[in-house]
Structures are given as structure tokens and as C-alpha cells.
């Protein structure tokens, strides 16, 4: 199995379309964010968990489901960078690979000492807008190769149908 633990503000002040969307609307940025990596997991098969820093926001940690990734918000006076070491130590075994999704540079080393691996925000948005391209070419091959009707027919007949099925005559 593999896991991808994403340190969900990073990756919004890194790609430019979330970092254009997070200076008027921060919500619709993470919510953005999550939409990418729900696409990337079902393509993947990968388990997803974003982790959003609610340091210095009262409150316990707050963990749901969206689009069938975990999200994770960290509780208060706890950073994403140590929500995300604990994962790696929860989620880390013989079975499991780990990535951390982080350009942070001091949290890669530490994510590297705990046995995970590391993507920057960069190889992250190239791999999800990589497959959002496949995926576009996949849907426009199975509309070309679908049949249109299953008896040919002409121009005029089809707009003829067309008016019809309007209520025209």
C-alpha cells in the first residue's frame, strides 16, 4: 500500500493556481486542493491524507472524510509538520510506503530519518496535473469512439429529430 500525507498549506502557497485563489478565498483554495487529490487518489489507488495547521486555532484536532480522502485539521499548538511525523509513525510499516508531500526543507529531513519519502510541492502538482491530462484524453477517446446512434443517419434527419424532440415542426 501506499500512502501520500500532504501538508495541505503547502501546497496552496506553492501552486500557483491555489496561491492566486488563497489571497481572496482561503476555503476555496483548501477546498480546491482537496478536489485535485481526490482525482489524483482515484486515479492512483493511493490512500490520501491532507494535513491542514490549525496551530495557534483553539480546539481539538478535527479529522473527516471528503471525497473519500482524509482530511485533517491539527489541534491547537500543534503544527502540520508534527501531525504529519506522528502519521509517518502510524501509518509506516513493512507493507506500507510512506510519501510526505512538503517543500518544507527541514521537514523533509525529519520525514526521511522516520523512513518516509519526500515530494515537493512541484513533483505533486506536475503528477496531478499529469493525470488530470490522461484523464481529459480518456473521456474525449470514449466520446469519439462512441456511436452516436445506433442507426446512421443523415443531417437532415437528425436535425429534423432534433426539432422535433423540441416540439417544433
Known amino acids: 500500500m501506499i500512502v501520500l500525507v500532504v501538508d495541505g498549506y503547502n501546497m496552496i502557497g506553492d501552486w500557483p493556481e491555489l496561491k492566486v485563489l488563497k489571497e481572496f478565498q ?4 483548501r477546498n ?3 478536489e485535485m487529490l481526490a482525482e489524483y487518489q482515484a486515479y492512483t489507488g493511493y490512500r490520501v491524507i491532507v494535513v491542514f495547521d490549525a496551530y495557534g486555532v483553539k480546539g481539538t484536532e478535527k479529522k473527516r472524510k471528503e471525497h473519500r480522502l482524509d ?8 503544527t ?12 509506516k510499516n513493512v507493507q506500507t510506503k510512506v510519501y510526505v508531500a512538503t ?8 520525514i526521511f530519518s522516520k523512513g518516509a519519502l519526500r515530494k515537493s510541492a512541484r513533483e505533486l502538482l506536475l503528477e496531478v496535473r499529469e ?5 481529459q484524453e480518456s473521456v474525449e477517446e470514449h ?3 462512441q456511436p452516436k446512434s ?4 443523415s443531417e437532415d434527419v437528425l436535425k429534423y429529430f432534433e426539432k422535433w424532440r423540441r416540439g417544433g415542426k
Open 26 to 29: 482561503l476555503e476555496e483554495a
Open 32 to 34: 480546491r486542493l482537496i
Open 71 to 78: 482530511v485533517i485539521f491539527t489541534k491547537e499548538n500543534e
Open 80 to 91: 502540520a509538520d508534527e501531525r504529519i511525523e506522528k502519521l509517518v509513525n502510524e501509518v
Open 103 to 110: 517543500s518544507d526543507f527541514a521537514e523533509q529531513w525529519t
Open 131 to 135: 493525470i488530470h491530462s490522461e484523464i
Open 143 to 145: 466520446l469519439t469512439l
Open 150 to 153: 445506433k442507426i446512421p443517419l
